[in-house]
């Protein structure tokens, strides 16, 4: 497969990113062109919306979530229209983990690329970045207006997921190549551990998430990082840190996690954000189906679930993934021991693959 370097601009103030995604505005529109991908239309309605400037999605990582909103699920047939004087909808949740460990992954993304002094604003949706200083050599200012932070960088994408974002390896600074110039999977390898991709696995404040479209030679040159952030979790055991900042030392998916209620994934425990999201989703589900389920008897109160039912975590969706260690294909469900309100995945993420984004 090969990449294509487009050189641009990184934008914060007035947004909402985090430890894997970023806004960015390139230089030459016309290479966002030189992309193939099945999710061209997705793209051209984003970077529509936002005066060039697009949502970047890294590849090879994922960050704990700053605000992250299940969608809503489909309703019934029969209950299309439905609505009830004394029933109340369960509400729409935009939801984070852990807020310190997922802002700070954010910010150290954020420096990695020049930009400190950050300021966040809480707002219903979650929140957003009022104002951030932009170093560029010996050059630094501090921006508080939305469009004029752009700092410079630049992107090697070869490919858009379906939620229009270039799916994308990042970089500081100027790029070694001439700007729409065609990257091999080879040279990439070669830039890979000078990308905040590799240096967000190796700081152990993300996870990864590796999908088939990522060649496997990138992959295990991002496999390094994950190996040396989990060395280094291993060392300071020890010396426990006052506030840790390395999720290996944190995280709950393969030691096994208690599901009592939400708050054991957003303010508790540390788990997969891929894991997470799942039960965001499941949760969401099961508080819709029990509204669902008054509405349609005509009762005049709902049942309250108890909890995540997690016997039925899977029925909705169980993808295959493969396992590097096995080198086999499994489902999703075949990776998790579920017992209770108890849940613990048997393989690490990082001995995933997923299909699909």
């Known amino acids: ?45 984003n970077l529509a919306e936002d005066g060039g400037a697009v949502q970047l999605r890294l590849q090879g990582v994922d960050a704990l979530e700053t605000h ?8 019934p047939a029969d ?44 707002s219903g949706r979650g929140s957003y970045i009022t104002e951030a200083r ?30 229009g974002r270039p799916i994308s390896w990042v970089f500081a600074g100027d790029p070694p190549i001439k700007d729409g110039a065609t990257v091999s999977t080879d040279q990439l390898v070669e830039l890979a551990d000078k990308s905040a991709n590799y240096a967000l696995l190796r700081s152990g404040m993300i ?8 060649a496997g030679k990138l992959r295990r040159k991002l496999d390094e990082a994950v190996q040396a952030a989990q060395a280094s979790a291993k ?35 540390v788990v997969y954000p891929d894991l997470f999201r799942r039960l965001l989703r499941h949760y969401q589900l099961v508080e819709m189906n029990a509204y669902w389920a008054a509405l349609r008897s005509g009762a005049t109160s709902i049942t309250a679930p108890t909890g995540f039912d997690l016997d039925k975590l899977f029925e909705g969706a169980n993808p295959y993934v493969f396992v590097i260690s096995d080198q086999d294909f499994v489902r999703m469900s075949d990776v998790f021991e579920i017992s209770g ?6 393989k690490s993420p990082a001995d995933l693959v997923f299909l699909s984004w």
Do not use: C
Not at 148 to 155: L, Q, Y
Not at 207 to 214: F, V
């Open 1 to 45: 497969m090969n990449y294509i370097l487009i050189k641009g601009v990184y934008h914060v103030v007035g947004y909402s990113p985090d430890g894997d995604s970023i806004k960015f505005k390139a230089v030459n529109p016309a290479n966002w062109q030189l992309i193939n991908s099945e999710f061209a239309d997705e793209f051209a309605k």
């Open 68 to 75: 992250y909103a299940a969608p809503k699920p489909t309703v």
């Open 79 to 122: 209950l299309k229209g439905k609505t009830s004087a004394t029933l109340k909808e369960p509400p729409y949740m935009s939801l984070s983990q852990p807020s310190l460990m997922a802002k700070g992954a954010a910010e150290y993304f954020m420096k990695l690329l020049g930009i400190t002094e950050v300021k966040w604003r809480n």
């Open 134 to 163: 932009m170093t560029i050599g010996s050059a630094s200012a501090l921006v508080k207006e939305k469009g004029k932070d752009g700092i410079p960088g630049f992107i090697v994408t070869g490919d858009i997921e379906k939620n």
């Open 207 to 214: 996870y990864p998430l590796y999908y088939m479209t990522l």
């Open 235 to 269: 060392a300071v055991i020890s010396t426990p840190q006052t506030i840790p900042n390395n999720i290996w030392q944190l995280d709950r998916s393969t030691t096994g996690v208690t599901l009592a209620t939400l708050k054991a994934i957003t303010d508790d425990n």
């Open 341 to 346: 309100d108890s849940l613990r995945m048997k």
